[in-house]
C-alpha cells in the first residue's frame, strides 16, 4: 500500500500563489476529527481546508444528487489538482458511478486516499485499491448488517487502511436506535475486526446537530468503545471532537512518571500488571506527541 495514508497531510487551499497553507501534522492513521464536506460546495472546500481537522472528506457520495455527480466530481478533480489535497468518499463499488470516480481521481495530483461507501465485502476494497493503481489508501466505510457481520474479512483486504461507521445507513437498514446501547455490537465490531486486521482504530460515525454537549457525550462514547476517530459534518464539531479523543494533560503526566520510573529501573518488569501499564503508558505518549498535549505545568 501506498504510505501516503500514513504521510503528514499538508493542505493547501486553491487560492494561488501566496496563499496560506494549513499544515497537518497529525497521521492519517491517528487522525480523531474527519470533516466531510459536500462536494457540491466547491466554494467552501477551502474554509474547511484550513480548519483543525486532521482529515478532510470531499463527498461525491451520500451528499450529491445523481444527476449532480459529474459536476460535483469534476469540482474534486478540479480542486485536488490546483494545489488541495484531501481524501475523497467514493460511491460504492455497486454503482454506475464507482468506476468513474476512480478513473478522474487516481491522477489528481492532491488525492490522499479514499473513503469507500457502503462496504460490505473485502473483494470491493480491494477492487477499489486495485482501480486506484495499488497507490492510495481505503477507508471502508461500513454502513450495513451485512457490512458489520464481514467487517473482520473487510479490515484484512489489501488496501484497507481504516474502517469508518456509517452509523445513519447502519440504523436505517436494521432499525436499531441510535441509543449508544443499541450501537455498542456494531461499534465493537469494527474494533475488534481493526484489531484483527492490524488497522489503526475505526472511526465513529458523525453526531447530527449542533449541541455541543451531546457531540462530546458521543465522543466520549466512541473512546469508550475503543474508536478512535470521527466523523464530523461541520467545522464547529472540530475542536470538541479533538479534545475528547485526545489523552488529558493528567494521562500524559501519569504516562510521563510511569515511563520514567520503568526507565529508572532498568525497565524491569515488577508483576503482571506492568505490561498493560507500559502499553497504555507509551500508546498514550505516542497520542500525546502527536496532537501536542503535555502534561500540566507543576
Known amino acids: 500500500m501506498s504510505s501516503q495514508g500514513d504521510a503528514v497531510v499538508a493542505?493547501?487551499?486553491?487560492?494561488?500563489?501566496?496563499?496560506?497553507?494549513?499544515?497537518?501534522?497529525v497521521p492519517a492513521k491517528l487522525a480523531r476529527?474527519?470533516?466531510?464536506?459536500?462536494?457540491?460546495?466547491?466554494e467552501v472546500f477551502s474554509?474547511?481546508?484550513r480548519s483543525a481537522a486532521d482529515g478532510i472528506i470531499l463527498d461525491i457520495e451520500d451528499a450529491v444528487d445523481p444527476s449532480r455527480k459529474p459536476q460535483a466530481r469534476d469540482a474534486v478533480v478540479e480542486w485536488l489538482s490546483s494545489g488541495?489535497?484531501?481524501?475523497?468518499?467514493?460511491?460504492?463499488?455497486?454503482?454506475?458511478f464507482w468506476g468513474e470516480d476512480l478513473a478522474a481521481l487516481r491522477d489528481a495530483p492532491g488525492l490522499q486516499g479514499v473513503m469507500l461507501a457502503k462496504t460490505e465485502t473485502p473483494r470491493q476494497v480491494e477492487d477499489t485499491f486495485r482501480n486506484l493503481?495499488?497507490?492510495?489508501p481505503v477507508i471502508a466505510l461500513v454502513e450495513s448488517a451485512v457490512g458489520i457481520e464481514s467487517a473482520t474479512d473487510i479490515?484484512?483486504?489489501?488496501?484497507?487502511?481504516?474502517?469508518?461507521?456509517?452509523?445513519g445507513d447502519f440504523r436505517r437498514d436494521?432499525?436499531?436506535?441510535?441509543?449508544?446501547?443499541?450501537?455498542?455490537?456494531?461499534?465493537a465490531k469494527l474494533v475488534v475486526a481493526s484489531r484483527c486486521g492490524n488497522l489503526p482504530g475505526p472511526i465513529d460515525g458523525p453526531t447530527v446537530g449542533s449541541s455541543h454537549p451531546v457531540l462530546r457525550e458521543q465522543s466520549a462514547t466512541t473512546v469508550s468503545m475503543g474508536m478512535t476517530g470521527k466523523l464530523c459534518l461541520d467545522v464547529e464539531q472540530v475542536p470538541v471532537i479533538n479534545e475528547v479523543i485526545s489523552p488529558t494533560p493528567t494521562d500524559v503526566a501519569w504516562a510521563n512518571g510511569f515511563l520514567a520510573d520503568f526507565?529508572?529501573?532498568?525497565?524491569?518488569?515488577?508483576?503482571?500488571?506492568?505490561?498493560?501499564?507500559?502499553?497504555?503508558?507509551?500508546?498514550i505518549a505516542e497520542l500525546a506527541d502527536a496532537f501536542n498535549v503535555s502534561a500540566p505545568a507543576t
Open 174 to 187: 436494521t432499525g436499531m436506535s441510535a441509543d449508544k446501547e443499541a450501537m455498542a455490537y456494531p461499534r
Open 133 to 136: 493503481r495499488n497507490s492510495f
Open 47 to 49: 474554509d474547511a481546508d
Open 84 to 96: 488541495g489535497e484531501a481524501w475523497v468518499r467514493v460511491n460504492d463499488a455497486s454503482s454506475e
Open 155 to 167: 479490515a484484512r483486504a489489501d488496501g484497507a487502511f481504516r474502517l469508518a461507521f456509517g452509523s
Open 263 to 283: 526507565e529508572a529501573r532498568g525497565c524491569v518488569i515488577r508483576d503482571g500488571s506492568d505490561l498493560p501499564r507500559l502499553g497504555r503508558a507509551r500508546k
Open 33 to 42: 476529527s474527519w470533516l466531510l464536506v459536500p462536494a457540491t460546495k466547491p
Open 11 to 25: 493542505a493547501a487551499s486553491n487560492e494561488g500563489p501566496g496563499a496560506v497553507r494549513r499544515t497537518r501534522s
